[in-house]
């Protein structure tokens, strides 16, 4: 074979390879066959020739072709479905964007599929056509609703989900768990000051008589204030006398008596406070008595106490031959059984 035949052959080989790939990365199989459908648009912006054709984001087909008909000012589009795809009679062709970068598919939609028992679309069979806006495309909503009805039921959704993350009593969530711990809490301090409203209330009468005396001490000693002071400086006048005198001893002795007078005083103030110290501790329940007057757990032992000793002394006086020294044990259950078929027969 000569060489130029051979090129020639491989000439025409490299064309149709060259067509074939072309046509295939235009979604068009030349090796399979396939179904035809149109579809009338009035604007395809963005439709090029290779489109995919899409049923649920599968891709089932290509666009074909892109002819426009001046006679009725529409765009008619040619669809190639996959042959073993079923196409249902009424499905509407919409062309929506499936990326952010602009990309553009024709997207099938039916309401009832078809199994190819002649329930389907025929070939060449013309499809309903509309478009879809980028919102429409994105929420997946009906072309013509109002897209912000479907932000609307985003934003529910949204708000709806961070509610219950945030809030709800069934989630794990920090923010929810420090929300209830919050609660809790507050509900904690709100028990813990209506008790000790309850407490105030209880013993108004002992802090008013408490404090009525304090004041009436108080009021006393300040009525005592200008005797208490003459006595001071009558001290003072007597020990510059006795100094002039130079009775030394004498002098010691009154101030020794002015010491102890100051300290005297010192000691009545400072029992005041403690007086006072006293009462406050005893008002936020420290201490015995404190504990005494706040706390229920100690009147519960108490009770539980004199409770299990009443029972022990019953116990006693019924059965006293469990508690006489080198009784036998079964000494004791035999007892206890004639004390058991006795009761049995007095009811």
């Known amino acids: 074979m000569r060489n130029e035949v051979k090129i020639g052959i491989l000439a025409v080989v490299a064309i149709l390879l060259a067509f074939w790939g072309f046509k295939f990365i235009q979604g068009s199989n030349l090796f399979s066959s396939a179904q035809t459908y149109y579809v009338d648009y009035k604007d395809v912006a963005g439709l090029t020739v290779g489109t ?8 089932v087909g290509s666009v074909n072709e892109i002819r426009l008909d ?31 970068l602009g990309e553009k598919a024709v997207q099938l939609e ?12 025929e070939n060449g069979t013309y499809l309903e056509g509309s478009s879809k806006g980028i919102l429409a495309s994105f929420l997946g909503t009906d072309p013509d609703a109002d897209p912000a009805d479907g932000i609307k039921t985003q934003i529910s959704e949204g708000l709806d989900s961070l509610q219950w993350t945030l ?5 794990n969530n920090p923010i929810a768990r420090s929300s209830r711990d919050l609660a809790a809490t507050m509900e904690n301090l709100r028990a813990a000051s209506q008790r000790f409203e309850t407490l ?5 009468r002992s802090i008013s008589t408490t404090t009525e005396n304090l004041a009436s001490l108080t009021t006393s000693l300040n009525g005592q204030e200008e005797s208490i002071a003459r006595i001071i400086s009558n001290a003072d006048t007597l020990s510059g006398n006795l100094s002039k005198l130079e009775l030394e001893q004498t002098v010691d002795e009154v101030n020794t008596s002015i010491v102890q007078l100051r ?13 006072t110290d006293v009462l406050d501790d005893v008002q936020q329940g420290n201490g015995t008595l404190g504990k ?14 004199s409770l299990a000793a009443d029972t022990l ?24 059984r004639k004390d058991a078929a006795a009761e049995v027969e007095n009811n």
């Open 167 to 171: 809030f709800s009593e069934e989630s």
């Open 52 to 59: 995919p054709v899409q049923i649920s984001g599968v891709n």
């Open 313 to 336: 002394l019953t116990d006693l006086q019924d059965r006293p031959y469990r508690y006489v020294p080198f009784k036998s044990r079964r000494r004791v259950l035999k007892f206890d």
């Open 263 to 275: 300290g005297t005083l010192d000691n009545a103030d400072r029992a005041l406070n403690g007086v």
């Open 110 to 121: 039916y309401d009832k599929p078809c199994f190819g028992d002649g329930d389907c679309a």
């Open 292 to 305: 005494l007057l706040t706390d229920d757990e100690i009147y519960n032992r108490l009770n539980r106490a």
């Open 200 to 204: 105030l209330d209880a013993n108004s």
């Open 70 to 100: 001046q006679v009725k000012k529409l765009v008619v589009v040619t669809l190639e479905v996959r042959k073993n795809v079923n196409v249902p009679p009424g499905t509407r062709a919409y062309i929506s964007t499936v990326s952010l």
